[in-house]
Nanobody, 121 residues
């Protein structure tokens, strides 16, 4: 049974920082790309940051220079450090594990339950 469990959300003032973590179980963690998505009320879910199995990273333009994604394969965790938070970063943040098999092209996608981040003065 695959589980992705997010932690570290909460409320913070503009300019503040939060660190979200996601603990994975039930998957061969090191071969999965790990991503953070977010969804604000009335908006579509969007990719915030991703890190591949070889630790290449990518970021949405809106968070570049402020957010940093990292992974620890030994602990099966992925984290995102969010600095200089803005009100527009307010959303539910979701951890995602994704992999496409190079042999069968089967795509596996797993999601956490989501965690609220609120940036407000």
């Amino acid at each position: 049974q695959v589980q992705l469990v997010e932690s570290g959300g909460g409320s913070v003032q503009p300019g503040g920082s939060l660190r979200l973590s996601c603990a994975a179980s039930g998957i061969w963690f090191s071969i999965y790309a790990m991503n953070w998505y977010r969804q604000a009320p009335g908006q579509q879910r969007e990719l915030v940051a991703g890190i591949t199995s070889t630790s290449s990273t990518n970021y949405a333009d809106s968070v570049k220079g402020r957010f940093t994604i990292s992974r620890d394969n030994g602990k099966k965790t992925v984290s995102i450090q969010m600095n200089n938070l803005k009100p527009e970063d307010t959303a539910v943040y979701y951890c995602n594990a994704a992999r496409t098999s190079p042999l069968s092209s089967r795509h596996d996608d797993y999601w956490g339950q989501g965690i609220q981040v609120t940036v407000s003065s």
